[in-house]
């Protein structure tokens, strides 16, 4: 939608734009902001009126400007002494100021420049401008009498933030400055161009702009598509570099601290990086290890800067023909030597001496006796000894370092810092004056003898030539001692003479590191040298400097002006001549004959010259001829110099001092002659300098006096060149440096200090104005702005200004158009021109332009709004009309009805109050009747009831009396009964105790035992007599029962035992008498004790009562607590629950955000081992590369056959297949004659990548095990299946029992071969068949001890023949895998191929002469025969002792382990029977029972195991029974078949059979071994997707190369196996090496590839894969290898083609990608295209050559019809979509972060419809679930991001939760490059920007920019099992594959 803007008429818009301190737009009171939403009408002026201002301003710009007067032009030329015409013309200017609110620049001294707003129109004449300020002042500007300078007009807002500073429309200084300051300051941006200059303000601040993502997207961008970066003039000069075979120069100058070394070492990383020399060359480390020394040595501390460059160099890199980094080359410029000697205040001498300093206390630095720097006279003058943050002592550890890593050794260092330490000591020599010409040494002084013991020079000769010169006459030699003054001088100069000599030494050490013997084809120069410098006192160095300034400043001019004139004459436009500003004759002062250098070395050969003399001789020549020199007033030793930049006065003293460099030759000769080694190399001469490299060699210009060359004349010629002074090194080096400069195409960057206090992005206005002038940026506008500074295709023409045409005016032609056009619109024609391409318009005139086109859509807008405004306005009149009589047409029914309604309730109300008051009365009459009866009835009731209770109350009364009555007697009889009793027992008591008492007494009397006695005397005396009249009748019984004597034994027995008890009763009686008294005493003791207890007994009572009370109290409390508890169980259950519930919750979140991260650890566990593949597909193309190119490099190769071990086995590692490693080892044979400068370079280099493909195959290993482990944690995790049962089936079993028995027939072939061999070894071959032979009685021996046996077995024999001969096809003893493991197994012992290769052959004619010696043994063959039989009966003997082995093993084993496990639970038993002793009996208890329960668990879970597996045995042995059912079946079938073959042929109607054996194909192929190479070439090498294999069965090449491998696993061949597929491996590497940058092929096979691996899944026998095949299906299964090694194998090749489809992929679509989606304007007219400058975008308009979105699409659809015709599974289709959606966001979002012009609000709705369409083509093709579209998120948001409102907090707060796929660096940096299209749109202001950084501040992601683009998904392979049955399978004849047969 467009903004809305309120309907003003007669009034249009104009340029009164302002901006603020921040950098946003503002309105001033008359001249309101135009950027908002919603625009005002603008008020006009006091003492205006409504009527078209604006418009009569258009129409008078519209008339053709009549010439002004010659005065006025000349006052306006005058205004411009340094930017050229005026830019727009003088009459445009005027008139734009005779109109008010125009806005301009007027000087200020401290902003430089300041914003203006005219309030009153300017009228020619007028001497003063009415200004209003931004700062809210009005201001009256007052004009220069003389010039009437006009001020400069400022550029719409619409313009200010451009990335090319000639995009302006007006061209000036203030411009110029606001532009840097805008996107310096608001938008963040420390690069813009200027022309063909890239302008880089230094941040003083790290960005992170400068890595290797940033690097990739400029790599192959034109310098115009990107946002300006030192990488696109980098990559700029590297594109011109390949494409015009031409050399290249970056040359970065600027200030001291300006960025200039930083900016040329990221040029350096760009070259290595694009270069494809970061991996192997490694020069920009060389190069950048050479850093901190060159700092050390040539960088100090200024006033300005901390670590400020004292030299210039230039470095060459140096590029073969490839274009790959071989070497670089250094060249330096103009060594400050004066630094060593001398510091200005707060200024420092070079680092490494402070270094050196610091260092001190290091052991090996003991001997240099240095200590604090201040000590030192060279190193204290500065007074700044210290940098704040820097660490000498660390910094001496990193120049040592670069040291050693550039080569340097430990000597050399120690002789560096000898020399170095010697400087430092040198300066401490002091002395002492013996007269006016004369001095001395003090005698031993100590700093000089230092300096001599570290220089290793005599003492007395370097003191004496110290204090004394030698002068050479003609006829002899003086001895002159000199002063004091001269002394301290010559000491000064030799210590910067030996200064620089070690300089030119370490910088030719540094250039020998970076040498490269392989041929130089080209290179690109990076000149990093000082800039243009003024200070307060300006010497010698200054103007050497500025000097070389002006050098580079002509050539920059002639560069410029060249390109300028190239464009017009290359679009064939009229060229006038520009009257630049040419410093030639500057130059001509400075170098011409008699020109300052010329004088100042002729006046340093006059004997007696000075400084004065010198600057006299130049006030004498130069004063009057040269407008250029001038003196100043108040000096005679000064002169100034009008430089191209500024003025320049240079002090005269020490100018000769300075240029000669004077050293005593006495003092260097006393040095040459040292005893230390390294000194005297300093001195030599180039030519015959031990140093590695020399200077020129080095390609290093020397600044010191060392000869340009060598000479061999006479001495006083070396002398002569030995004294060229140093103003004449320098303009020869620069000389020199500048025709190296014209030989190439330079390129420029012009380092920019935006302030002197290293602030981060804070701008000085005028310390950048003094840089812009003095780096030329000034000079590129003029010359621009000279000619035709705005520059338009006619396309872009047409399409930014289609909104001014009509529709009559466009044409088909769109240059016809576009001059059509504006020959209407400009009626001047000299402010444009039309070229063959472009449009070329003078400066100004864009503005214009942009203001019609503004004015235009401002009408047409407002035109739409009044349109639309009265359109709402009618509907909204209309729909309220309508609504008004609605309403009252419902009003006035509603008062009729309720009219109506009235009537009707007065009716019904006169009713209803009849009725109402009838019912009133009676209702009231009613209530109170009623009321009247209930009453009487409550009264009644009440005096009913009072009496009945009253009687009750009475009856109830006399039943108590009664009760209570008949208690109170009961009460008195009891009390009175119970004291009679108690009386009564008190007297009982009483009387009792005195009978006790007597009873006592009497017991105790004699008598009372005389009575005792007598009663038993009586006693005994009646039983005596008993005794008598028993032995009476005793007698007579015995009498009478004599006879009876027997029967009456037992009477007699029993009248003995009643005698007895007599006898025990009369001693129990005895010993009653005892018991009595102890009774007695008992019965005493009782009655105390039952008293006791009775007392006891109711204290007992008494405490149980009180006790019961207790308890009942304890009871009801603990009831009480009993039901809080269980009030609190149950909120403590409900808590626990609620607690569960979300523990469980918590539980599930964490496992599944462990699973997720189990994901995200698997998939970049995935995406390692996949870029460890990539990276060794990588180092094998190398390695194929390399050994190329080591092939080409032998002269002589040497005749042999290579050959691959064909032994390796399966086990190994996936890779011994591949011919490529494999042949690693014959390279080093190969490669023994290459020339002796070639060989160690390509051998290291060979042998490090040998290396690094042996570690890159362990950690692929490593990684492997590691992601197979996780894959089966993830397995396990998500299905817990059972384990699968690992009996393998009858079949199987059956091969297994075959292969045993082949392994034991084996062996004992090999001893009866060995035997065998013995005994024909001893005699003849005619002797061997003789009966009595040794291999005969061999074989007869043997026979007789098997005869038996094989009678036994004869059954069993015959039985497994019958099953041999039903399978013999498939038997082949001597292809084995069982021979093939023994063999490897010795072969694995042999180290040496040769010792193999002889083995093997042995070992075949071995075989082949044994089979034939057993033929031959005798004539008949009998012998051969019952050899058979004695085999086939070993056989079985011998397996069926195997399987009694193998089971008695077993039984074994069980045995072993149960004892195991009994002595394991033993001891378990014994440590718990132990631990269950130490505790308590409760304890022990619970624990023996929780050991028992464990015990039976465990005894359960182990049944139940037993039972699954008994269950799964009988499973198992139901299929073998059915297997074995069919198996007899089909061998009952086959020996009817056998029996009755005659039948068959008798009957000819049953040619049935034939199609029934078709129909029976196995789904294998056979070929012979020798047509492998051809089935591997016409099924792969030869194969071409778009031919033949278009109309294939998709999959086909991978089902017949399957089924090859089901044949070869039939017939048991591992050789074959193994042989097909490593053949196959190769060939498909091959193809794709050949063919890898074709789709198609690449998707073929990734197809093919993934098809053979998945039927090598699908027919492997393993149960996962198995389900779901068919019965028929799983009978092709393989039987005799597993293959599951060289699945890995074929997996990783599907992943290295996987990376090579998606780098396939990214190539075709990257370019495009970014014209497709930003470029092209899919929705017309939505954007158009702003002005941009010399340094053109392209083009955004659709032309044949351009790519738009509808290529993108068509490619996709491309892509994916090629996919799913080459039957590629749909999961992997999938991924690669996603990928390709990857590349497509990620380079689109990379592009919009690195381009201001793509982030405009109209630029995203181009990408969201893009994206839009994208997504669509994603729902066309059903792939919406294949995560392709999340992909594209970070680009959905950037647009979103686009179009969204930007202002208040609200805003910033939806940003934030909008964009969270996005990093915070991004979301900064889009709005950062916000730029509005159009004058509608709004900037970002920068309180914005910051609000989102302080909301996003505690997000953490990742703080790199751009995306990676190169990023590649891990890729799976999910099982796709094939229904494609393989006995259907036919093979086309186009093929050629005729010499397979199907099986």
Known sequence: MLPMIVHVPNVCSSLVWTRSEAGSCQSNPNAPCQCQESLEPLPLPPGQCMQGRWSQEIEEMEDKVTSP?????????????????????????????????????????????????????????????????????????????????????????????????????????????????????????????????????????????????????????????????????????????????????????????????????????????????????????????????????????????????????????????????????????LLEKSRVVFQAEEERNYHIFYQLCASANIPEFKMLRLGNANNFHYTNQG???????????????????????????????????????????????????????????????????????????DYEEMCHWLCHRKLATATETYIKPISKLQATNARDALAKHIYAKLFNWIVDHVNQALHSAVKQHSFIGVLDIYGFETFEINS??????????????????????????????????????????????????????????????????????????????????????????????????????????????????????????????????????????????????????????????????????????????????????????????????????????????????????????????????????????????????????????????????????????????????????????????????????FGKTKIFFRAGQVAYLEKLRADKLRAACIRIQKTIRGWLLRKKYLRMRRAAITVQRYVRGYQARCYAKFLRRTRAATIVQ?????????????????????????????????????????????????????????????????????????????????????????????????????????????????????????????????????????????????????????????????????????????????????????????????????????????????????????????????????MTETMEKKLVEETKQLELDLNDERLRYQNLLNEFSRLEERYDDLKEEMTLMVNVPKPGHKRTDSTHSSNESEYTFSSEIAETEDIPLRT???????????????????????????????????????????????????????????????????????????????????????????????????????AYRVLMEQLASVSEELDVRKEEVLILRSQLVSQKEAIQPKNTMTDSTILLEDVQKMKDKGEIAQAYIGLKETNRSSAMDFHELNEDGELWLVYEGLKQ????????????????????????????????????????????????????????????????????????EQLEKQDKTVRKLKKQLKVFAKKIGELEVGQMENISPGQIIDEPIRPVNIPRKEKDFQGMLEYKKEDEQKLVKNLILELKPRGVAVNLIPGLPAYILFMCVRHADYLNDDQKVRSLLTSTINSIKKVLKKRGDDFETVSFWLSNTCRFLHCLKQYSGEEGFMKHNTSRQNEHCLTNFDLAEYRQVLSDLAIQIYQQLVRVLENILQPMIVSGMLEHETIQGVSGVKPTGLRKRTSSIADEGTYTLDSILRQLNSFHSVMCQHGMDPELIKQVVKQMFYIVGAITLNNLLLRKDMCSWSKGMQIRYNVSQLEEWLRDKNLMNSGAKETLEPLIQAAQLLQVKKKTDDDAEAICSMCNALTTAQIVKVLNLYTPVNEFEERVSVSFIRTIQMRLRDRKDSPQLLMDAKHIFPVTFPFNPSSLALETIQIPASLGLGFIARV
Not at 242 to 248: F, G, I, L, M, V
Not at 414 to 440: E, K, P, Q, Y
Not at 1261 to 1290: F, H, I, T, Y
């Open 69 to 333: 007067e010659k005065a006025e032009e000349a006052k306006l030329k005058a205004r411009y002494p340094h930017l050229g015409q005026k830019p727009g013309g003088s009459d445009f200017l005027r008139k734009r100021l005779q109109k008010g609110f125009a806005r301009v620049w007027i000087p200020d001294p401290e902003e430089v420049w300041k914003s203006a707003e005219l309030l009153k129109d300017y009228k020619p004449g007028d001497k003063a401008l009415l200004l209003h300020l931004e700062e809210g002042k009005d201001l009256e500007y007052h004009l220069d009498p003389k010039t009437k300078e006009l001020p400069h007009l400022r550029n719409p807002d619409i313009l200010v933030g451009e990335n090319d500073l000639t995009a302006l429309s007006y061209l000036h200084e203030p411009a110029v400055l606001h532009n840097l300051r805008v996107r310096f300051i608001d938008s963040k941006l420390i690069y813009t161009y200027c022309g063909i200059v890239l302008v880089a303000i230094n941040p003083y601040e790290q960005l992170p702009i400068y890595g290797e993502d940033i690097i990739n997207a400029y790599s192959g961008q034109n310098m115009g598509d990107m946002d300006p970066h030192i990488f696109a003039v980098a990559e700029e000069a590297y594109k011109q570099m390949a494409r015009d075979e031409r050399n290249q120069s970056i040359i970065v100058s600027g200030e001291s601290g300006a960025g200039k070394t930083v900016s040329a070492k990221y040029a350096m990383r760009y070259f290595a990086t694009v270069s494809g020399s970061a991996s192997e060359a490694n020069v920009e480390e060389k190069v950048l290890a050479s850093n901190p020394i060159m700092e050390s040595i040539g960088n100090a501390k200024t006033t300005r800067n901390d670590n400020s460059s004292r030299f210039g160099k230039y470095i060459e890199i140096g590029f073969d023909k490839r274009y790959r980094i071989i070497g670089a080359n250094m060249r330096t410029y």
């Open 383 to 457: 007074g700044s000894p210290v940098i704040e943050g820097v660490d000498d002592a660390k910094e001496m550890a990193h120049t040592r370092q670069a040291c050693t890593l550039l080569g340097i050794s430990e000597s050399y260092q120690m002789g560096i810092f000898r020399i170095l330490a010697g400087i430092l000591h040198l300066g401490n020599v002091g002395f002492a004056s013996r007269d006016s010409d004369s001095c001395t040494i003090p005698p031993k002084h100590e700093p000089l003898s230092i300096f001599c013991d570290l220089m290793g020079v």
């Open 540 to 833: 010698f160095e200054q103007f050497c400097i500025n000097y070389a300034n002006e050098k580079l400043q002509q050539q920059f001019n002639m560069h410029v002006f060249k390109l300028e004139q190239e464009e017009y004459m290359k679009e064939q436009i009229p060229w006038t001549l520009i009257d630049f500003y040419d410093n030639q004759p500057c130059i001509n002062l400075i170098e011409s004959k008699l020109g300052i250098l010329d004088l100042l070395d002729e006046e340093c050969k006059m004997p007696k010259g000075s400084d004065d003399t010198w600057a006299q001789k130049l006030y004498n020549t130069h004063l009057s001829k040269c407008a250029l020199f001038e003196k100043p007033r108040l000096s005679n030793k000064a002169f100034i110099i009008q430089h191209f930049a500024d003025k320049v006065e240079y002090q005269c003293e020490g100018f000769l001092e300075k240029n000669k460099d004077t050293v005593f030759e006495e003092q260097i000769k006393v040095l040459k002659s040292s005893k230390f080694k390294m000194l005297p190399e300093l001195f030599q001469d180039d030519e015959k300098a031990i140093s590695p490299t020399s200077a020129t060699s080095s390609g290093r210009i020397p600044l010191t006096r060392t000869p340009a060359k060598p000479t061999k004349g006479r001495p006083g010629q070396m002398a002569k060149e030995h004294k060229k002074t140093v103003g004449h090194q320098f303009r020869n080096s620069l000389h020199l440096l500048m025709e190296t400069l014209n030989a190439t195409t330079p390129h420029y960057v012009r380092c920019i200090k935006p302030n002197d206090f290293k602030f981060p992005f804070t701008f000085d206005e005028k310390r950048a104005v003094q840089q812009l002038r003095a780096c030329g940026v000034l000079e590129t506008i003029r010359i621009s702005a000279a000619g035709f500074p705005s520059r338009w295709t006619y396309q872009e023409f047409f399409s930014r200004y289609r909104v001014l045409m009509k529709q009559k005016d466009v044409l088909s032609d769109r240059k016809q158009t576009c001059k059509n056009v504006l020959e209407k619109l400009i009626l001047d024609k000299d402010k444009y021109q």
């Open 914 to 1142: 009849k009725y109402w008051r009838m019912y009133v009365v009676r209702r009231r009459y009613k209530i109170t009747r009623a009321a009247t009866i209930v009453l009487q009835s409550y009264l009644r009731g009440y005096l009913a009831r009072n009496r009945y209770h009253k009687i009750l109350r009475e009856h109830k009364a006399v039943i108590i009396q009664k009760w209570v009555r008949g208690w109170l007697a009961r009460t008195r009889y009891k009390r009175s009964m119970h004291a009679i009793i108690y009386l009564q027992c008190c007297f009982r008591r009483m009387m009792a105790k005195r009978e006790l008492k007597k009873l006592k007494i009497e017991a105790r009397s004699v008598e009372r035992y005389k009575k005792l006695h007598i009663g038993m005397e009586n006693k005994i005396m009646q039983l005596q007599r008993k005794v008598d009249e028993q032995n009476k009748d005793y007698k007579c019984l015995m009498e009478k029962l004599t006879n009876l004597e027997g029967i009456y034994n037992s009477e007699t027995e029993k009248l003995r035992s009643d005698l007895e008890r007599l006898q025990l009763s009369e001693e129990e009686a005895k010993v009653a008498t005892g018991r009595v008294l102890s009774l007695q005493e008992e019965i005493a003791k009782l009655r105390k004790d039952l008293e006791q207890t009775q007392s006891e007994k109711k204290s007992i009572e008494e405490r149980a009562d009180k006790y019961k009370q207790e308890t009942e109290q304890l009871v009801s409390s603990l009831k009480e607590e009993n039901t809080l508890l269980k009030q609190e169980k149950e909120t403590l259950n409900h808590l626990i629950v609620e607690q569960a519930k979300e």
């Open 1232 to 1334: 023994e004659e290459p020339s002796e400068k070639k060989v160690p370079l390509d051998m290291s280099l060979f042998l490090k990548l040998q290396k690094r493909v042996t570690e890159l195959e362990q950690e692929k290993q490593v990684m492997q095990d590691e992601l197979d482990r996780k894959e089966e944690q993830m397995l396990r995790s998500k299905a817990k299946e059972e384990e699968r049962p690992q009996v393998r089936g009858a079949e199987l079993e059956y091969e297994s029992l075959k292969r045993q028995e082949l392994e034991s027939e084996n062996k004992k072939l090999k001893n009866e071969l060995n035997e065998l061999r013995k005994a024909l070894s001893e005699k003849s071959a005619p002797e061997v068949t003789a009966p009595g032979a040794p």
């Open 1433 to 1504: 009966a070993n056989r079985l003997l011998e397996s069926q002792l195997q399987s009694q082995k193998r089971s008695h093993e077993n039984e074994a084993e069980a045995l072993r382990g149960e004892i195991q496990s009994l002595k394991e639970e033993n001891n378990r038993q014994q440590q718990l029977l132990a631990q269950n002793l130490q505790l308590p009996p409760e304890a022990r208890i619970e624990a023996s029972l929780q050991h028992e329960i464990t015990r039976l668990t465990n005894e359960n879970l182990d049944l139940m």
